[in-house]
């Protein structure tokens, strides 16, 4: 069975630089949901969208901003990145109103150095 | 959003069932309660979840006190593949902003299964 896909696996970036992080969720889901995962934490919550529109925010920079295209993935764009961005950054996504599952990616390692 | 509170770890022996405890004294009405695992190295994956009643599904089973102040998640014979952090989480089935609310992440239990 398909899963939620993220792009790049593994990203290095410089101080300073700018990343974009790609989401494809199940297809047929509507919403998607992106987390911040830093060394010997939990997930955090940064965002989530629902068709096409920003449904919930969480404790996303000012730097980052994401969006929903009409195909439903997502992309995650991170500007002036720091070292404190680095982390493993996680995309769920699930069907719109169901409170079942959210199925999540295998993550974006960014490392910022 | 409500809070849960689980042990930091636990440990069981490969085989054998074990009891993950979760308190969650200031559940709401509308709050279903959620559990994922995260293995090393990997996205968090949905366990299983309800509301009121006790639920059974091929990875576990969920037992709900009946002031749903408390639930257990149960594996019932543990395997090394099951060790990982486990959250427990309490998700709002109001929808916000069109969709099924945010799954918020605690301080899991980090379970240990041993030979």
């Known amino acids: 069975a398909a899963g939620v896909i993220q792009s790049p696996r593994h990203l290095i970036k410089e101080k300073r630089e700018t990343a974009t992080l790609k989401c494809y969720p199940i297809p047929r889901h509507d919403t998607v949901y992106w987390y911040q995962q830093g060394p010997g934490q939990d997930p955090q919550f940064l965002i989530s969208?629902?068709?096409?529109?920003?449904?919930d925010k969480g404790s996303i920079p000012d730097r980052f901003s994401a969006q929903q295209f009409s195909d439903y993935h997502s992309e995650l764009n991170m500007s002036s990145l720091e070292l404190g961005d680095s982390a493993l950054y996680f995309c769920a996504s699930s069907l719109g109103q169901e409170n079942t599952e959210a199925f999540f990616g295998q993550g974006t390692r960014l490392t910022v150095v | 959003d409500a809070k849960t509170t689980q042990p930091n770890s636990m440990e069981s022996n490969e085989e054998e069932p074990v009891h993950l405890p979760c308190n969650h004294s200031t559940i709401s009405g509308t709050d279903y309660i959620h559990w994922y695992r995260q293995l090393p190295s990997q996205g968090p994956e949905y366990v299983i979840h309800?509301?009121?009643s006790n639920v059974n599904n091929r990875m576990a089973s969920l037992a709900i006190a009946e002031d749903r102040k408390s639930s257990t998640l149960i594996l019932h014979r543990a395997t090394l593949r099951d060790a990982a952090v486990y959250y427990c989480?309490?998700?709002?089935?109001?929808?916000?902003?069109?969709?099924?609310?945010?799954?918020?992440f605690g301080t899991g239990t980090r379970l240990q299964v041993t030979l």
């Open positions: 309800g509301l009121t």
């Open positions: 989480i309490l998700r709002d089935s109001l929808t916000r902003g069109g969709t099924a609310s945010k799954l918020t």
């Open positions: 969208f629902y068709e096409k529109m920003q449904s």
